[in-house]
Protein backbone atom coordinates (compact mmCIF):
# COMPACT_ATOMS: atom_id res chain seq x y z
CA UNK A 1 0.00 0.00 0.00
CA UNK A 2 2.81 2.68 0.92
CA UNK A 3 4.53 1.43 -2.28
CA UNK A 4 1.78 2.19 -4.59
CA UNK A 5 0.96 5.86 -2.76
CA UNK A 6 4.71 6.35 -3.06
CA UNK A 7 4.41 5.90 -6.80
CA UNK A 8 1.41 7.58 -7.66
CA UNK A 9 3.34 11.11 -5.56
CA UNK A 10 5.73 10.71 -7.62
CA UNK A 11 3.77 10.60 -10.45
CA UNK A 12 2.03 13.69 -9.52
CA UNK A 13 5.10 15.19 -8.94
CA UNK A 14 6.33 14.71 -12.59
CA UNK A 15 3.36 15.74 -13.89
CA UNK A 16 2.59 18.58 -11.80
CA UNK A 17 2.14 21.13 -15.28
CA UNK A 18 -0.81 19.18 -16.18
CA UNK A 19 -2.37 19.37 -12.98
CA UNK A 20 -1.38 23.18 -12.97
CA UNK A 21 -2.87 23.36 -16.14
CA UNK A 22 -5.89 21.83 -15.66
CA UNK A 23 -6.41 23.69 -12.56
CA UNK A 24 -6.63 26.83 -14.17
CA UNK A 25 -8.88 25.71 -16.84
CA UNK A 26 -11.21 24.85 -13.60
CA UNK A 27 -10.78 28.32 -12.02
CA UNK A 28 -11.32 30.11 -15.62
CA UNK A 29 -14.69 28.59 -15.65
CA UNK A 30 -15.96 28.77 -12.44
CA UNK A 31 -14.87 32.35 -12.79
CA UNK A 32 -16.82 32.87 -16.19
CA UNK A 33 -19.79 30.99 -14.58
CA UNK A 34 -19.83 32.71 -11.08
CA UNK A 35 -18.09 36.34 -11.54
CA UNK A 36 -18.96 37.50 -15.56
CA UNK A 37 -20.14 34.97 -18.12
CA UNK A 38 -18.83 37.64 -20.93
CA UNK A 39 -15.23 36.46 -22.63
CA UNK A 40 -13.18 40.26 -22.92
CA UNK A 41 -11.54 39.56 -25.62
CA UNK A 42 -10.51 42.12 -28.24
CA UNK A 43 -11.93 39.48 -31.20
CA UNK A 44 -15.25 38.32 -31.59
CA UNK A 45 -15.85 34.81 -33.38
CA UNK A 46 -19.85 34.56 -34.07
CA UNK A 47 -20.48 30.73 -34.56
CA UNK A 48 -24.85 31.00 -34.77
CA UNK A 49 -26.73 32.15 -37.41
CA UNK A 50 -28.20 35.19 -35.61
CA UNK A 51 -25.98 37.86 -37.68
CA UNK A 52 -24.26 37.54 -40.86
CA UNK A 53 -20.69 37.91 -39.89
CA UNK A 54 -18.51 35.26 -38.47
CA UNK A 55 -15.53 37.80 -37.16
CA UNK A 56 -15.64 41.35 -35.89
CA UNK A 57 -13.66 43.54 -33.63
CA UNK A 58 -15.21 44.37 -30.30
CA UNK A 59 -14.57 47.99 -28.89
CA UNK A 60 -15.16 47.53 -24.68
CA UNK A 61 -14.66 51.49 -24.71
CA UNK A 62 -17.29 52.71 -26.85
CA UNK A 63 -19.77 54.73 -25.65
CA UNK A 64 -23.33 55.08 -27.00
CA UNK A 65 -24.85 52.35 -29.21
CA UNK A 66 -26.96 54.20 -32.21
CA UNK A 67 -29.27 52.74 -34.79
CA UNK A 68 -27.27 50.47 -37.06
CA UNK A 69 -24.47 49.42 -34.80
CA UNK A 70 -23.49 46.08 -33.63
CA UNK A 71 -23.29 45.40 -30.16
CA UNK A 72 -22.90 42.60 -27.67
CA UNK A 73 -25.22 43.13 -24.84
CA UNK A 74 -25.76 41.37 -21.15
CA UNK A 75 -28.75 39.31 -21.34
CA UNK A 76 -31.60 40.42 -18.68
CA UNK A 77 -34.72 39.18 -20.44
CA UNK A 78 -37.74 37.66 -18.90
CA UNK A 79 -36.20 34.53 -20.49
CA UNK A 80 -34.10 33.86 -17.35
CA UNK A 81 -37.45 33.02 -15.64
CA UNK A 82 -37.18 29.50 -17.81
CA UNK A 83 -33.24 29.60 -18.02
CA UNK A 84 -31.53 30.98 -15.41
CA UNK A 85 -28.48 30.26 -17.43
CA UNK A 86 -29.09 33.10 -19.75
CA UNK A 87 -29.02 35.58 -17.23
CA UNK A 88 -25.89 38.22 -18.16
CA UNK A 89 -24.88 35.83 -21.29
CA UNK A 90 -23.25 37.87 -23.95
CA UNK A 91 -25.60 38.67 -26.64
CA UNK A 92 -24.31 39.69 -30.25
CA UNK A 93 -27.07 41.50 -32.12
CA UNK A 94 -27.86 45.03 -34.17
CA UNK A 95 -29.51 47.72 -32.44
CA UNK A 96 -33.06 48.21 -34.95
CA UNK A 97 -34.63 50.74 -32.30
CA UNK A 98 -33.68 53.54 -30.16
CA UNK A 99 -35.61 55.55 -27.44
CA UNK A 100 -38.55 57.63 -29.50
CA UNK A 101 -38.83 54.67 -31.91
CA UNK A 102 -42.68 52.88 -32.61
CA UNK A 103 -43.04 49.41 -32.27
CA UNK A 104 -46.11 48.05 -34.01
CA UNK A 105 -47.04 44.03 -34.55
CA UNK A 106 -49.61 43.08 -36.92
CA UNK A 107 -50.06 39.37 -36.74
CA UNK A 108 -46.97 38.45 -34.82
CA UNK A 109 -45.01 40.19 -37.99
CA UNK A 110 -43.33 43.29 -36.06
CA UNK A 111 -41.80 47.01 -37.60
CA UNK A 112 -39.80 49.27 -36.17
CA UNK A 113 -40.60 52.58 -37.11
CA UNK A 114 -42.46 50.91 -39.98
CA UNK A 115 -40.01 48.84 -41.13
CA UNK A 116 -40.49 44.80 -40.87
CA UNK A 117 -38.67 43.44 -38.06
CA UNK A 118 -39.61 40.29 -38.80
CA UNK A 119 -41.83 37.50 -37.80
CA UNK A 120 -42.29 36.00 -34.18
CA UNK A 121 -42.58 32.82 -34.29
CA UNK A 122 -45.10 30.76 -31.90
CA UNK A 123 -42.23 28.46 -30.49
CA UNK A 124 -38.79 28.21 -29.98
CA UNK A 125 -36.67 26.42 -32.19
CA UNK A 126 -34.87 24.48 -29.98
CA UNK A 127 -36.83 23.84 -26.76
CA UNK A 128 -40.71 24.42 -27.78
CA UNK A 129 -41.27 27.26 -25.37
CA UNK A 130 -44.10 29.20 -26.45
CA UNK A 131 -43.73 32.92 -27.66
CA UNK A 132 -44.96 35.67 -28.03
CA UNK A 133 -44.24 38.51 -29.76
CA UNK A 134 -43.59 42.11 -27.98
CA UNK A 135 -46.20 44.20 -27.13
CA UNK A 136 -46.80 47.30 -29.35
CA UNK A 137 -44.99 50.54 -27.70
CA UNK A 138 -42.87 53.57 -28.35
CA UNK A 139 -38.91 52.85 -27.09
CA UNK A 140 -38.15 54.39 -23.54
CA UNK A 141 -35.52 56.83 -22.97
CA UNK A 142 -32.40 54.53 -22.02
CA UNK A 143 -33.90 51.15 -23.81
CA UNK A 144 -32.79 49.58 -27.61
CA UNK A 145 -34.38 47.21 -29.94
CA UNK A 146 -32.28 44.47 -30.46
CA UNK A 147 -32.10 42.58 -34.09
CA UNK A 148 -30.57 39.73 -35.39
CA UNK A 149 -30.34 38.67 -38.59
CA UNK A 150 -31.73 34.92 -38.69
CA UNK A 151 -35.36 33.99 -38.38
CA UNK A 152 -34.87 31.82 -35.69
CA UNK A 153 -32.91 34.70 -34.09
CA UNK A 154 -33.98 35.25 -30.45
CA UNK A 155 -34.22 39.33 -30.67
CA UNK A 156 -36.74 41.86 -28.84
CA UNK A 157 -39.42 40.66 -31.30
CA UNK A 158 -40.33 38.61 -28.41
CA UNK A 159 -41.68 39.42 -25.04
CA UNK A 160 -39.37 37.12 -23.62
CA UNK A 161 -36.07 39.28 -24.55
CA UNK A 162 -37.81 42.12 -24.96
CA UNK A 163 -36.17 45.83 -25.29
CA UNK A 164 -32.41 45.91 -23.99
CA UNK A 165 -31.30 49.11 -21.32
CA UNK A 166 -28.74 50.84 -22.69
CA UNK A 167 -26.47 49.91 -19.52
CA UNK A 168 -26.73 46.22 -20.38
CA UNK A 169 -24.55 47.01 -24.01
CA UNK A 170 -21.09 45.74 -23.12
CA UNK A 171 -19.79 46.48 -26.35
CA UNK A 172 -19.71 47.84 -29.68
CA UNK A 173 -18.38 45.50 -32.66
CA UNK A 174 -17.39 46.63 -35.50
CA UNK A 175 -17.64 43.37 -38.50
CA UNK A 176 -14.52 42.10 -40.72
CA UNK A 177 -16.50 39.25 -42.25
Known sequence: MKTTLMR??????????????????????????????TPRLPILFNVTPSLPYWV??????????????????????????????????PFFKRVAGVAGDRVTVNERRVFVNGADAGFA?????????????????????????????GADSFDSRYRLCGLVARRDVLAVVRPLF
Open 56 to 89: AVVDYGAHGAARGDYVIFAFRGDAVRHFPGLRGQ
Open 121 to 149: KRYAAVSRLALEPIAATVIPAGYLYMQGA
Open 8 to 37: HLRAMRRDWPCYALLALVWLLALTRLLVDP
